[in-house]
């Protein structure tokens, strides 16, 4: 009989069964209405974002103040990334000098798959280029709960860049499984047959929905320039004024940010009373922290060899 730990690698909601992911959202709430945190202060944790980031790693670094974990600074910027190192091989070398888990950003898809094979610390993804963002959609989730209680039976609309945008793969997915209905809207173009929705024109969309989310577009992952002018962009496709005064009044509004004012949202509606944009950040910390203290909690399995 042998023993080994079970690593809690938290790369996509996909791979985390329903009731895991219902007790990540039910403890992210529970922090966030003051339950005692569990500190983790011998535990070090280093944040590697290869792409730009404002809200995902500050609440990261939120995060890890409250659980009292110790953060290894790192900056790609002047690490050994800039002389050709590779990715695993700068995670190898944070596991061998005693990092307990990897937070990291990564522009390429699946980035990963390889580094859960050969690290024997936790691994949690703050996005992987146009793949998964399961912090993001944890948050997301919460804030629904926060409003709701649940989101089986609600119908929550996605509207813009489907395509490029690892949000709304994410929670296309994770969105199903928990018994909600959803659907995509914004330029054909961008529509996503893979996430398994179905299309409607915003007007429709947004008036039927329970729950409006909103996506910026991805300019930096298109390789055809800008096909949109701003005005262009937010007349057909974005939450206009009036189309605002037609949603449902129990309808909530969310965007992952960063919000593009005059874009896909109108500035004066960031925040209106149904607007929950701020709320998804400040419910980022708690999400987060969840995420983290999942991380450390390994259980010991049993084997017979």
């Given amino acids: 009989m042998q023993t080994r730990q079970r690593i809690a690698h938290f790369t996509s909601l996909d791979a985390l069964a329903t009731e895991d992911i219902e007790q990540l959202i039910e403890r992210a709430l529970q922090l966030k209405q003051g339950a005692s945190v569990r500190p983790l202060p011998t535990k070090t944790v280093a944040n590697l974002f290869f792409e730009h980031s404002t809200r995902t790693k500050c609440s990261f670094d939120m995060a890890e103040h409250h659980l009292g974990l110790h953060v290894l600074p790192f900056e790609t910027a002047t690490s050994s990334v800039q002389k050709g190192e590779t990715l695993l091989d700068t995670c190898k070398t944070l596991q061998a000098i005693g990092v307990d888990a990897l937070v990291v950003r990564h522009g390429e898809t699946g980035y990963y798959e390889p580094l859960q094979q050969q690290l024997s610390i936790p691994i949690i993804n703050a996005g992987d280029g146009s793949g998964q963002h399961p912090s993001q959609s944890l948050l997301d989730l919460m804030t629904m709960y926060a409003e709701y209680g649940h989101v089986s039976g609600k119908t929550i609309v996605i509207c813009g860049d489907l395509r490029h945008s690892r949000v709304a793969r994410s929670n296309a997915h994770v969105l199903q499984r928990l018994g909600a209905t959803?659907?995509?809207?914004?330029?054909?173009?961008?529509?996503?047959?893979?996430?398994?929705?179905?299309?409607?024109?915003?007007?429709?969309?947004?008036?039927?929905?329970?729950?409006?989310?909103?996506?910026?577009?991805?300019?930096?992952?298109?390789?055809?320039?800008?096909?949109?002018?701003?005005?262009?962009?937010?007349?057909?496709?974005?939450?206009?004024?009036?189309?605002?005064?037609r949603i449902q009044p129990e309808a909530i509004v969310l965007h992952p940010a960063p919000v593009n004012r005059g874009v896909e949202i109108a500035d004066e509606l960031v925040e209106h009373p149904q607007s929950r944009i701020f709320d998804q950040m400040t419910n980022g910390v708690f999400a987060r922290m969840a995420i983290l203290e999942r991380a450390f909690e390994t259980a010991t399995i049993k084997e017979t060899r």
């Fill in 182 to 245: 959803v659907i995509g809207s914004g330029p054909r173009e961008w529509f996503d047959e893979t996430m398994g929705i179905t299309y409607r024109e915003m007007d429709e969309a947004v008036a039927t929905s329970d729950i409006i989310m909103l996506l910026r577009v991805q300019h930096e992952r298109h390789t055809d320039g800008r096909p949109f002018a701003a005005e262009e962009y937010h007349e057909r496709y974005g939450l206009t004024e009036q189309r605002m005064k």
